[in-house]
Every structure is written in C-alpha cells, then in structure tokens.
C-alpha cells in the first residue's frame, strides 16, 4: 500500500467537503474492494475518507411498499433482516451469497453498488428490482446509474446515501459462482414487479444489464420454458480462463430460467 | 502380520502437536521477528523473455529507509549461480544432461514472469517497496515460449545458449523393440494424448526466510520453512558454495510443504547474500502472488499413450511419449517426474513389454518440481485413463479388464518390465473390497435415478500403486535422549508440514518402550541436532518407512543397552534382565530400575541407524460424479477409498492424509491449473481469485477402508502413504467424468474439467451428433 | 500516523500506527500475536481471521484504523483459564488441523458462524467456510470439526 491520510467522517457533510477539497481523496465504507486494490499498489489515493459509521447511511426501513436500505448497511444486516426477508426474500438470499461470511460482515450494499463490478451481486438486484438510489445530490434510477465496467452515474463527491427498492411481487436470483473468486461468473435476477417483469444480469457483460427480450417473453407467459430460444446479443460478452463468451451466454439462459423457477416455487 | 501382532500404537485423543497450533502458539517462518532485522522485498521481472540492458539503483538508493540493493552482479560475484538439479538420468544416445546456471539474482537476462532482478533491503517492508519501484530497470524484450511442445519445436525462441533446442535432457526406458512387436501384432490398440496439467501446490504458509550472518564463524543461519534441513543443506551447499557446516537452521513449525517445501530457492541466497553485506538479520516474506509466480509449480507433463491388447483384453504392451516441462531452469525437484514414473510405469498390470520415452523442455515459465507424488499421480493417471479407455473400446466392464491383468497375489515380488521390484499387494481383494464398498453392481440404477433429475452420471475406478518411502539420503537417522525425570525425547531431521511426526512417531517409541506417549516428546529439525543427524527430510511418502523405523530401533536400542546398566544396579547378570512398561526387572527381585533412572547422572542418549527399501502402498478408489448438462458443473456424489498402506501407526492420521490427497487430486481434475498467456508469457491464474483452489465441499465425504498387506522393507510393517490420495484421485475422478459423458461420444477430454470445458464438449457432441 | 485504540483478548491497547497499517500488522508486529497468520493478498484464504466487534472478519482486509474502538479476539484469546474453546477442542478431537497454518482463521470463521447459526446443516457449514482455504485436510474433518463444535456448544455432547 501507498502513504494515505485516514479520515473519520463525521457527517456526509464533512465527507463531501474532504472529497471535494482533496482531489485524490476516495470513499471507504467496507473496503472489500477497495483495501484489497490498495494493498495491490493499483490506486494511490491521498485520503481514506470513512463513511461507514455515518448514521445517515444506517438502517432498513419498509415505507409504502419501498423498502429503504442505508448505504452503509452491511452484506450480512441485508441477509439476516427480518424486513428484508418479508419483503423482497430474494435480496436477502442474493446478500447471503455475496463472497464468504468475512466479507458479508463488513462490505456495504452503498459500496457495492459504487463500485460497479461487472461480476458484483448486488447491482443485479438494484437494477432488477427497478431501485433508485438516493444520493447527496438527487436520486437516480438504476436504469441510469449503471454505465458499464465499474462506470456508474455518481459525480464527484456524490456520495450514496441509501438504495430504495420497490417491493416486488416476486423475484429471485440465480448465481454461479466464480469458482475461485466467488464473484458471479453469471448471475440473474428476476423481478415480477407492478410495472412488469424486469430480468438483470451480471457476471456475463462488461457491466451489468437488462434482458430486455426475456423480460417480453416472459410478460407473455411467467416460466422457464419461456426463454427458450428468446434472443440474447453475447457479443460484448467477458471471456477469460474461466469461462468463454458462448459459456457465459448459456449461463445467462439458464440462470435465468433457474431464477423464473424460482419464482413459480414462492 | 504376525510380525508386527505385538505392536499397540497409542492413539491419543487429539494429536500432540495441536495444543499449540489451536492455540495460535505454533512459530511458523514468519513468525519470526529478530532485533536489528532488515526486510527484503525482490523486483521481480514483469515479462516472460528478456535481456536486461541496465539497472538504475540511484534514486531507489537514496529512498528513505533504504540500506542496500542487490542485483545479479551480486549473486555473479558471490559465485552464487550454480542452481542444483536432479536430472541425472543417462540420456538418449548418450546425451547428457544441459543444465543451465541460476544466478540467485537474474544476471543479463530473465526467463520467466516473477523472477527476481533485484533485491531492496530497508529499514520497513515499506520502505523496501517504495524504493523497488524507483529501480530502473531497462530491458530489451525477447519472444516468449510458455508451451513446452512449441518450446521443443524448430525455430522456437531459446531460453539459454548451452541448451540448444530448449531441450536439456532426452531419455528413454523399456525396450522400444519389443512394445513395436507387441503393437504391431495386438489385436486391439487403445491410443490417448493426456496432460497432466501445471498446478501450483500452495501450501497455506506463504514462504518466508530470515537470514543471519554470523561474521565471526563466516555462517549464515535460515530460519525459513523447510521439509527437512538436510536436503535443503546440500542443495545451498552446491548453489552457494557455502560449506555445508556453515549453514545452519531453525525449522520450527511448517505450514503446508507438498514438496514444494523442500527446495533451495534463489531467493534464500540471495538474503544469505544481503543478510552477509549488511552485517543484519535480513527478513523476507513472501506474497501468495509472488509465490504464485516463484515458488516450484507441480506436473505439467504431456503424454502420449498407446495400449496394446489381444482379444482376450490381456495387455501385451504399452508405449508412453513424454514431454516434461521443467519452467525456465533446472530445478533439484522435478527428476520424480522421470524415475517414478518409469519405475511405477506397468501400474498394477503384469505388461511384458513397455517403453518410454522422455523430453525435457525448458520454457519461460516458474520452475516445476515435485508436487505430492512427485510423476506417481502422473503415471497412474495415464495407465489408469488408458486401462479405461480400452475397457470402453472393448466394451467390457472398466473392473473386470482390470481383474484380468493384475499382477497375481502369487506373483509378488514382482519385477516390473522397467526393472522395478514390488514387494507385495493383494490387488483381486483390494478390488473386491471396493467394488463392494462402492455398490459397483448399483451404478446402472443409479445412473437411471439421475436421469431423471436431468443429470448425467457417471462412475470412474483407479487401482494403482507407488513406489515410496527409499529417500535420497544413505540412511535415516535418530537420536532419543532419556532425562531422569523419565522424559524422552526423540530427534530427528524428518520434518512434519502437517504430517502428525509429534504423534505418529510418538507412538511407535511409546509402543516400544510400553510408556505412556504423553512422556515421548519429538523434535525435529532442532538446531543442536543439525551436524549430529543427517538423514532424509520429509518427501516423498517416505518419514514413517525411514525416520518411523529407526524410532522403532532406536527404542528397542534404549531397551538394550538399558539392560547391563540395570543389570548392575540390580547385582544381576545382563541376561536376567526383563524390560516391560518402563522398568527393569528379574524374575527373582522385587526391585526395578526405571527407565529414569538409566539418566540419573546424565541424559542417557542412544543413537540409531537404519536404510530402508522402496514399499509400494496400492489401493482402489471409485468416484461416483454427476455432471449438470446445462453448466457443465460436476459434483462428486460418492468417493470410496480402499488402501493398503501396510501397517497403519494412527488410523486418524492416515485418514487424514488420505484425504487432503484425494482433494488435491479431485482439485486439478475440476479445476485448479496454472495458466500462461500464449502470446505474453504471463500468468493468468497468480492469485486465489483465479486459481481455483478446492474449497469446502469440493467432495463432502470419503468411504474408506483399509486393506493391509504388511510390508517387511520395515520392521514396522508400513507403507509409505502420504501421496496415495492423489496418486488414486486424479485418475478416479477423471474416469468418472469421461464415465458421464461417453454415453454422448465424449472420451478425450482432459483436465481441468472445469464447467465451460464440459459444456463445450456436450454442446460439441451434440453439434456432431445432429 | 494514527493513534489506534484496541480491545484485544480483553486487553486494552493503544499503538501509533502508520495510516496504512492493516489490522493483522497490527495484531502481529505491534501486538506480537502471531497466531493470526496471512496467507494471502487478495482476501481469499481466510488465514487471517479474527472477530471484530463479535464477527468474524479477514484482519488482512481491516485497517487499524477502521479497528479503532472494537473489540477484537483472536486465537490467543479463545481458551480460558487454560480451557479450550469448544470449537479448539473440536478442531483437534476430529484431526479438522494438519499443518495448523489455516486453522487460527478457520477456528475464528467457525466460532463466528455458529454465533448466527448454532445449529448449521452441512450445506450451512459449507457455505459458512467459504471464506476460508486449508490445502491439507480436503475440509472433509473440518465440517466434521463444525459439526463437534456445534454439538458441544450446544452442550449436549458427552
């Protein structure tokens, strides 16, 4: 790791203005990315401004058939909350399979979303459920705020204060695992909301995306079968050692097809 | 096994090496922390293949913290550059063996990604590494050749200027005369190209050195892990030119070795180097990604097999075309990879004719060396695949050929068409034993039951057989002193990374010396002992067979040799002297002279002796897997393991072994494998987030059972085992696979079977079959 | 620098440490508590997990810093009064240890598992490790180990 000064944020206030004031000042809240990708030498960052603590970014609350989670909240709170478990059952199972329990204990949904790694969990749930981040500065749906390999919408200084999702009627997740890594190699979550049915796949593309053709097919009849032979453009897939673009492609079918089973079992 | 009936080997509760290492008290090598240490921190090459035009220390000097650099120039002055090897086979044609030289620091040109350019001592591991990033290295890029075929090909970039063709070594055994005949006439030739894939052995414990120089004795000691110090010993003798009796050790607690531990690396001369020049203890600890990169890979052989067989499914012959790939220099660990595999080559089959022939390639690659089994996993794997291969050719059940051509009980010892001599198996019961532990007559049933789940299943058997246990060294040694508390205590150089020494070896002087193991204490490795014993490290399935023997004999030896001091003490003649549970006594008196009493005056110390042939543990296992057609993943659904190590000293223990083998082989048949990048020469898999290691579940249970056919090479009856697991699971596994997927054409496959590779192959077979 | 309150094992500490000095550091070089080991650097392998606050987490991916305030236990801290730990006891009593390098990490990652769940089914044990990487033992004694564990904390074992 490179020298960098560790600063304790006291409000999102004092946050933002450590941000703007330092330009190579980065946010850190769990750190399961980031610390790993310091020790790596492959960021020099002067600051570590730490917002995990910040009691704007705590809590899970269900309002209006929304469901609010902090930024801050953890991996393993997101799992083991009995709200979330009620309401969206699926974000709860995809939290309890993000990395390993040490992970889950101190990386944070707000952290996970900024980062944006296109084989990450969380963003397929944020993105299928249709959610909408709530940052400093505005509120963004996820529709806009994913913008391909660690690209998200969020400015300078624009810190995540919490995600809201709306409670769909059904919805679950499917994820083969990274064998190695433990991050999906392909991941889908399907959503039945009230505006429709919404597929997000992760681990497949350069960032993670909707299904758009899947999400048709399955408006017009809610099953597996459905996605049979549904189109799926693979040409900017991932491939690497472990899984080529083909491989990937499949994957996205059949998750999906796993997650819509899923669905007919609740 | 009547002559080893009286032997009852105490099993304690928990093992006695685990109070410490559950306590968090175990002192592995980085646990050390020396006053006035310096830390070490090596640039490594960021390349696969080039010349190194200039090195620019200036800035990196001047960097806060900094106390010295090295470079190649050093090691070059030092003379340290002499890297030992072991391929001393007679070559083809009378060829001999090209080894070219390692300087410890890379000197005008690197060959592989990782390698170490400079070394940066400082006052912090900090300081080191800032300052190697200000090291200026100018390099003039050569092309890079990471497979060993190409590497062997015309025209293909050359590593080193004394080795033409990037072949240092080309040899052959059997006889090429008689396998061409048999083949000729066979009435059926089963023929597969197999590879066994490049590992990484990864032990847990990252490797780490500490080097002090003493300036008045000129001596350098390590405090490193190791699997045993002398070994380690000889080969920085020869690399440094160092005397032998000026290095010394402090091997205490080991994490992981697999045979990776053994090795005299480059870097450990070139801390001797620093540590030398500085004048202070100069400590290193590597990376998991540095170790990735430097620390000797595993295997990495491509084969190619033929089979030959009449009608009746009787092996007449079988040829093997080798090409071992050995990294970018010669290292003293990868010769396993040519002696075992041609002295296990016939496998458990009576085969009269074989022949084999071996290249060596150097690429630009880590260095490869021995990986638990050491070519054993390797050898079983090929006559193990090629055996079922042939059986599915000829359609008769994968058991049943096997059956039909072991070496009969009656036949042992048997001498091996390459000239080897098993001493003993019971392969037709072994057999029995786990085709009925494995409900081998159920599996069509099965199979059916999976179906219908949507699952392919299948079901893969390996009976195999290694040599181990014979160790390089001329003797094993040990030293057990008795203290007049009535302690013992029991030296020796073999030295555990995991294998349970404390306990097992605990347990056979107990059992002799009819005591309680809480009062037999073992020491390996210790500092004081390291010019008194000289025998084998650890490697090799061989510490029990060795270094267990001679704690047999230096026990009765205690008993002996105990008896005419006691025989004094009691006014007796020798000859009237009993031992039983810790005393000495007559018939006649009352009286008895315990075992601590031998030390009232001083430790009463006995040394003994003992060299030990090859034993040859066999088993049979059968892995059941079911493959899911629509990712290609494979679970391992039932794993049943029938062994013979001979005589077993701790029933735990051996499980034990057993299983972190079967794991390690189950892991590289699913998907462990280091990856180079053709073009570049860099690796793909250096760290765990892309190696992928076996984690929890990989197989959820073993069945196993023991089948013992005691071997007298050692008094104990044992059988070196601790590389059996692999040597039966990297064949088993993959059969089981193949087993899966025949039904759908599929049958030359290789590892890893990694889920992408299987579902290619099925969406293969079904493109063919449309 | 920074000055970087711990509770470790019960006892208060209080070290100026670099920025950048990762919890594990801490707990090794400044503390001398060698019984957490690294065995990797991208968070794999689990060698070097402690409970922080009551969870388990990989000290290596902490920094001191983050770990100002908190409660840590280590290995050294788990047996009591000379008494192991039910989990230590497990661990050894199923042979779930061979070359002892992961088993501090493994201990730790068990006791923080059976904390949220005291009564884990093996697919729980198996999720519940991943975290964690032994080379020597195939995990095969170490779920056996967890499953101990649980059974003697639960104190119906013998």
Not at chain 1, 178 to 203: I, L
Not at chain 2, 11 to 20: I, S, Y
Request: hydrophobic share 40%; charged share 20%; with cysteine.
């Amino acid at each position: 790791m490179y020298q960098f000064n560790y600063v304790k944020a006291k409000s999102l206030k004092e946050a933002g203005r450590l941000l703007a004031s330092h330009g190579e000042a980065k946010l850190v809240a769990g750190g399961m990315t980031l610390i790993p990708t310091l020790k790596m030498r492959l960021a020099r960052p002067s600051h570590l401004v730490d917002i995990t603590q910040l009691a704007e970014l705590q809590g899970i609350k269900l309002k209006a058939g929304r469901l609010e989670v902090g930024a801050a909240t953890r991996h393993h709170q997101v799992a083991a909350s009995a709200v979330v478990r009620k309401a969206i059952p699926a974000l709860a199972q995809l939290a309890s399979v993000i990395g390993d329990p040490q992970v889950r204990n101190r990386g944070t949904l707000g952290g996970s979303v900024a980062n944006n790694d296109p084989a990450a969990d969380y963003p397929a749930a944020v993105l299928g459920l249709g959610a909408t981040i709530v940052t400093t500065q505005r509120e963004i749906a996820a529709d806009d705020f994913f913008q391909g390999m660690f690209a998200t919408a969020l400015k300078d200084g624009e810190i995540i204060v919490r995600v809201v999702f709306p409670v769909a009627k059904r919805a679950a997740y499917a994820k083969f695992a990274h064998p190695a890594s433990g991050y999906a190699m392909t991941a889908v979550f399907v959503a039945q909301t009230g505006d429709g049915v919404r597929v997000a796949v992760t681990g497949a593309g350069p960032g993670v995306f909707r299904w758009k053709k899947a999400e048709a097919a399955l408006a017009k009849s809610p099953k597996a079968a459905a996605l049979d032979g549904v189109a799926l453009d693979s040409s900017g897939f991932n491939s690497d050692i472990h899984a080529d673009a083909a491989y990937r492609a499949n994957l996205v079918r059949v998750m999906a097809k796993r997650a819509v089973a899923k669905l007919g079992r609740k | 096994m009547a002559h080893t009936a009286h032997h009852h080997f105490p099993a304690p509760k928990m093992r006695l090496e685990d109070t410490r290492l559950i306590t968090g008290s175990g002192k592995y090598a980085a646990d050390w922390d020396l006053k006035g240490q310096l830390h070490g921190y090596f640039l490594r090459a960021d390349r696969a293949h080039a010349e190194i035009v200039a090195i620019d220390a200036g800035a990196a000097l001047k960097h806060p913290g900094v106390v010295a650099i090295f470079t190649g120039e050093d090691a070059v002055r030092a003379g340290y550059v002499n890297a030992p090897h072991a391929l001393n086979f007679p070559g083809k044609n009378g060829m001999k063996t090209r080894a070219p030289k390692r300087p410890a620091l890379a000197h005008g040109r690197i060959r592989f990604v990782g390698e170490a350019v400079a070394l940066v001592v400082a006052e912090s591991v900090h300081a080191a590494q800032d300052a190697a990033e200000l090291l200026q290295v100018q390099y003039r890029d050569l092309p890079a050749v990471v497979s060993p075929e190409a590497a062997l090909a015309p025209g293909a970039p050359q590593l080193h200027d004394d080795v033409p063709g990037n072949m240092p070594l080309e040899t052959e055994v059997g006889n090429a005369a008689a396998v061409e005949q048999a083949i000729a006439g066979a009435a059926h030739v089963t023929r597969l190209k197999m590879e066994v894939t490049r590992v990484a052995p990864s032990p847990m414990e990252p490797r780490a050195c500490t080097v002090v120089h003493d300036a008045n004795a000129d001596s350098y000691t390590l405090h490193v892990c190791s699997q045993g110090y002398t070994t380690l010993r000889a080969q920085l003798s020869a690399y440094t030119g160092v005397p032998r009796d000026k290095l010394n050790f402090e091997v205490r607690d080991v994490g992981g070795g697999f045979g990776q531990r053994t090795l005299a690396y480059p870097e450990y001369c070139a801390l001797m180097i620093a540590a030398r020049a500085t004048a202070r203890p100069v400590r290193w600890v590597s990376t998991r990604s540095e170790g990735f990169m430097t620390d000797s890979h595993g295997r990495a052989n491509i084969i190619s097999g033929e089979l030959a067989l009449d009608k009746a499914g009787k092996i007449l012959a079988m040829r093997l075309d080798w090409v071992n790939d050995m990294g970018s220099y010669l290292g003293p660990g990868a010769m396993g990879h040519i002696r075992n595999t041609s002295s296990c080559m016939t496998g458990v089959y009576r085969i009269p004719a074989l022949y084999a022939n071996y290249r060596v390639a150097l690429t630009n690659t880590t260095p490869v060396a021995a990986y638990r089994g050491a070519g054993r996993p390797d050898i079983s794997y090929v006559v193990e695949r090629l055996v079922s291969q042939a059986a599915a050719e000829l359609k008769v059940d994968a058991a049943e050929l096997r059956r039909r051509n072991f070496i009969p009980t009656d036949a042992f010892p048997y001498t091996t068409a390459t000239g080897s001599v098993y001493e003993n198996a019971d392969l037709p019961g072994l057999l029995d034993q786990a085709l009925k532990l494995a409900d081998w007559k159920g599996f069509a049933g099965r199979r059916k039951k999976s179906e219908k789940a949507g699952k392919l299943r299948g079901i893969g058997i390996s009976t195999v057989i290694e040599n181990t246990g014979a160790g390089n060294a001329p003797k094993d040694d040990i030293q057990i002193d008795l203290d007049a508390r009535g302690e013992v205590t029991v030296h020796t150089v073999s030295k555990a990374q995991g294998h349970s020494h404390e306990t097992t070896f605990a347990a056979i002087v107990a059992a002799a010396l009819q005591i309680p193991i809480e009062r037999v204490h073992v020491r390996q490795c210790m500092p004081d002992m390291q010019h008194v014993l000289t025998g084998n490290h650890t490697g090799g399935s061989r510490s029990t067979v060795g270094a267990g023997s001679v704690c047999h004999l230096a026990a009765l030896k205690v008993i002996e040799q105990g008896k005419p001091l006691a025989a004094l003490e009691l006014g007796v003649e020798p000859s009237q002297v009993e031992y039983a549970k810790g005393a000495f006594r007559t018939r006649e008196s009352r009286r008895a002279v315990k075992l601590a009493d031998l030390a009232k005056g001083k430790t009463f110390t006995v040394a003994a002796e003992g060299k030990f042939g090859s034993t040859q543990p066999n088993g049979c296992h059968i892995v059941e897997v079911e493959v899911d057609p629509d990712t290609g993943a494979t679970d391992i659904v039932s794993y049943c393991a029938v062994d013979d190590c001979g005589v077993v000293i701790n029933h735990a223990v051996v499980a034990g072994q057993l299983h972190g083998g079967v794991v390690q082989g189950v892991g590289q048949v699913l998907g462990e494998q280091v990856v180079y990048d053709r073009a570049s020469g860099q690796m793909l898999t250096a760290s765990f987030m892309d190696y992928c290691m076996p984690r929890a579940g990989i197989v959820r249970g073993i069945r196993g059972e023991e089948h013992p056919t005691p071997s007298k090479v050692s008094p104990l009856g044992v059988k070196g085992m601790g590389e059996s697991g692999c040597t039966a699971s990297l064949p088993a596994a993959t059969n089981a696979v193949i087993d899966a997927l025949r039904p759908l054409g599929i049958d030359r496959l290789d590892m890893p079977l990694t889920p992408a590779t299987v579902w290619h192959a099925i969406q293969s077979a079904k493109e063919k079959a449309q | 620098m920074a000055k970087v309150t711990l509770t470790v094992n019960g006892v208060k500490h209080t070290r100026k440490v670099e920025d950048r000095a990762l919890l594990v550091n801490v707990l090794r070089e400044d503390l001398g508590l060698t019984g957490t080991h690294i065995g990797c650097d991208t968070s794999q392998c689990g060698c070097c997990t402690v409970t922080l606050d009551g969870r388990a987490v990989k000290s290596c991916s902490v920094l001191a810093v983050q770990a100002n305030g908190s409660k840590v236990t280590t290995i050294e801290g788990l047996a009591k009064n000379g008494k192991l730990h039910p989990v230590q006891r497990a661990f050894a009593e199923c042979h779930g240890l061979q070359c002892g390098f992961c088993t501090p990490g493994m201990i730790m990652a068990t006791v923080g598992m059976l904390k949220d769940n005291p009564n884990p089914t093996e697919d729980e044990i198996i999720h519940g490790l991943e975290g964690n990487l032994c080379r020597c033992t195939g995990y095969i004694n170490i779920i056996k180990a967890v499953k101990k564990s649980a059974k003697l904390m639960r104190g119906r074992a013998r």
